[in-house]
C-alpha cells in the first residue's frame, strides 16, 4: 500500500485579479495560501521580495504561524512595489520549502518624479 507523499500547497487567491500595473511604492493588495498536507503541524514562514529581473532584491513583507495538519493560512496584506527598474518581480517564498510564486508588475513613478 502507498503513503501518500507529504507537501506543501502554495497559490494566489485570484491570481487573474493581481495588479499589472502600479505606481513605486503606492500599496497593492496581495492574497495567497499556504496549505499544510505534510501529515503534521508546521511552522511556516512567508517572505515577500520584490526586485528587477536579473537583480537583487529587497524583502518588503513576512510572517509565520504554525499550522494544523490539513489546515491552511490565507494572507490578504498590502505590498509596496519599491523596485529600481520596471517591470518589478514580486516573489512569495516559504523559507525551508521549494515552493515559491511570483509576478510582474510594470512600475511608473510617483506624481512629480519621473524615471
Known amino acids: 500500500m502507498r503513503q501518500p507523499t507529504p507537501y506543501t500547497a502554495l497559490s494566489f487567491n485570484q491570481a487573474a485579479a493581481l495588479p499589472v500595473r502600479a505606481t513605486s511604492n503606492k500599496p497593492i493588495a496581495v492574497s495567497f495560501t499556504v496549505g499544510n498536507h505534510e501529515g ?55 523559507p525551508g520549502h521549494p515552493e515559491k510564486i511570483d509576478f510582474l508588475i510594470a512600475l511608473k513613478a510617483p506624481e512629480g518624479k519621473h524615471a
Request: contains cysteine.
Open 40 to 94: 503534521r503541524v508546521v511552522d511556516y514562514q512567508y517572505v515577500i521580495s520584490a526586485g528587477g529581473i536579473g537583480g537583487s532584491s529587497h524583502i518588503v513583507g513576512k510572517s509565520t504561524r504554525s499550522i494544523a495538519a490539513g489546515a491552511v493560512w490565507t494572507v490578504s496584506t498590502m505590498v509596496r512595489p519599491t523596485c529600481g527598474t520596471s517591470p518589478c518581480r514580486i516573489e512569495i517564498s516559504l
